[in-house]
């Protein structure tokens, strides 16, 4: 086995991590992408040269992906419906001055 195939085993192995960029531009991270890295300070400086080359990032976050969890695409209604009937969450009866432009 060369070289090569050890780190490409090792790397297999290794957890996937999800990678956030906040550009400086952005209020908020955004995520980029994953990768495979042995722990977080490796998962920063990979995703550091992976997708930040052009030096637009001020902040990176990586999150192991094991610990991300997700709702159910099939689940939406059920999970989403339950807002419709508060409509004070929607600013839909309030009257907006003509100069106010963009909201």
């Known amino acids: 086995m060369d070289q090569y195939e050890i780190n ?8 996937l991590w999800e990678i956030f960029i906040r550009s400086k531009q952005g209020l908020d991270h955004k995520h980029v992408g994953s990768l495979h890295a042995a722990d977080e300070q490796m998962a920063i400086e990979n995703a550091r040269d ?15 992906s094991k610990f991300i969890h997700a709702s159910n695409p099939g689940d939406a209604a059920a999970l989403y419906d339950p807002a419709n009937d508060k409509a004070y969450r929607h ?7 003509d100069e106010l432009k963009h909201m």
């Open 91 to 97: 600013p839909t009866f309030y009257n907006l001055p």
């Open 50 to 64: 992976v997708y930040t080359r052009r030096m637009e990032g001020v902040s990176i976050w990586v999150v192991e």
């Open 8 to 15: 490409k085993t090792a790397s297999a192995e290794w957890p």
